[in-house]
C-alpha cells in the first residue's frame, strides 16, 4: 500500500475508529520522542513534548502504529503506554 491510499494528497487529515489522523502526526511524535529522551533538553521543552504527544497517542494507537512498532527506549515506552 502506498502512504498516497492512505491519505491521497489533497486530504489533511483522516478520520480511523472515531479518532482524527493528521498528516505529520508519525513525524511529530518522533520529534517530540527525541526531546523526551534527549536529557540535555529543559523542563519546558520537556513539558511542551509531553503535552504535545498526550495529544497525538489516540492518532498514533488508531493507525496501530504501536501493534506494529516497539519503541526502543525503555524510559520512553513506559511513559507511552501509561498514557
Do not use: C, S
Request: overall charge negative; glycine content about 4%.
Amino acid at each position: 500500500m502506498r502512504a498516497e491510499q492512505i491519505l491521497p494528497d489533497h486530504l489533511n487529515q483522516v478520520e480511523r475508529n472515531g479518532t482524527t489522523i493528521r498528516k505529520g502526526t508519525v513525524a511529530a511524535f518522533l520529534a517530540n520522542a527525541r526531546v523526551l529522551v534527549d536529557r540535555t533538553e529543559g523542563e519546558h521543552a520537556r513539558d511542551e513534548a509531553e503535552a504535545d504527544l498526550i495529544a497525538i497517542l489516540p492518532a498514533l494507537r488508531a493507525t496501530g502504529l504501536f501493534d506494529v512498532l516497539e519503541i526502543r527506549d525503555p524510559a520512553l515506552r513506559a511513559w507511552v503506554e501509561a498514557h
